[in-house]
T-cell receptor, first 115, second 114 residues
Framework: AQKITQTQPGMFVQEKEAVTLDCTYDTSDQSYGLFWYKQPSSGEMIFLIYQGSYDEQNATEGRYSLNFQKARKSANLVISASQLGDSAMYFCAMPMNTGFQKLVFGTGTRLLVSP | DAGVTQSPTHLIKTRGQQVTLRCSPKSGHDTVSWYQQALGQGPQFIFQYYEEEERQRGNFPDRFSGHQFPNYSSELNVNALLLGDSALYLC?????????????FGDGTRLSIL
């Protein structure tokens, strides 16, 4: 069964600096993917970025990028030039490879961006 | 283009009561999933509906049931509420396809059990 581990309960970063949020995973599947979601205090889960296991290059979406290392089974999220609005919970998630999209989430990392 | 909408936003119930939560998926989406998120935890998968049928189910008791309507909207029903059912309930919609299709979430319903 898939398992997601996020070991950083909280992270602090100053505005305009870059920050890396860690995510490690465990799966026996050969083909898989990783999602990152942002959850502000309002509760909505906002999709940020996706990486497939067979993608040759690390995914990037604006200020978000994935540092994907298959051998280490890690898919860390890098946020460049942090903004105050980036303060939120961040979740790493993996779909169960069952043909229907069931997501398994980590416990999340709370990011606080200070001025 | 409306995203995923959930109602109500907040709900307070007492133990033993029953509750119904509602979800309208993002336009063009045909699959609806429900998640329970306890305070300080990541969301836990409850079940998923496609073509008005429950396709997958997580590790939740039969007190949790659902329904999907022909317009793809969905309801989550919880019977015999327990204190431990207090949580944020998230609805997510997607297009049925490969596992690289991101699910889009609503703002959730915060359920408090007294």
């Amino acid at each position: 069964a898939q398992k997601i581990t996020q070991t950083q309960p909280g992270m602090f970063v100053q505005e305009k600096e870059a920050v890396t949020l860690d995510c490690t995973y465990d799966t026996s599947d050969q083909s898989y993917g990783l999602f990152w979601y942002k959850q502000p205090s309002s509760g909505e889960m906002i999709f940020l970025i996706y990486q497939g296991s067979y993608d040759e290059q690390n995914a990037t979406e604006g200020r978000y990028s994935l540092n994907f290392q298959k051998a280490r089974k890690s898919a860390n999220l890098v946020i460049s030039a942090s903004q105050l609005g980036d303060s939120a919970m961040y979740f790493c998630a993996m779909p169960m490879n069952t043909g229907f999209q069931k997501l398994v989430f980590g416990t999340g990392t709370r990011l606080l961006v200070s001025p | 283009d409306a995203g995923v909408t959930q109602s109500p936003t907040h709900l307070i119930k007492t133990r033993g009561q029953q509750v119904t939560l509602r979800c309208s998926p993002k336009s063009g989406h045909d699959t609806v999933s429900w998640y329970q998120q306890a305070l300080g935890q990541g969301p836990q998968f409850i079940f998923q509906y496609y073509e008005e049928e429950e396709r997958q189910r997580g590790n939740f008791p039969d007190r949790f049931s659902g329904h999907q309507f022909p317009n793809y909207s969905s309801e989550l029903n919880v019977n015999a509420l327990l204190l431990g059912d207090s949580a944020l309930y998230l609805c997510a919609s997607s297009v049925l396809g490969g596992n690289n299709q991101p699910q889009h979430f609503g703002d959730g319903t915060r359920l408090s059990i007294l």
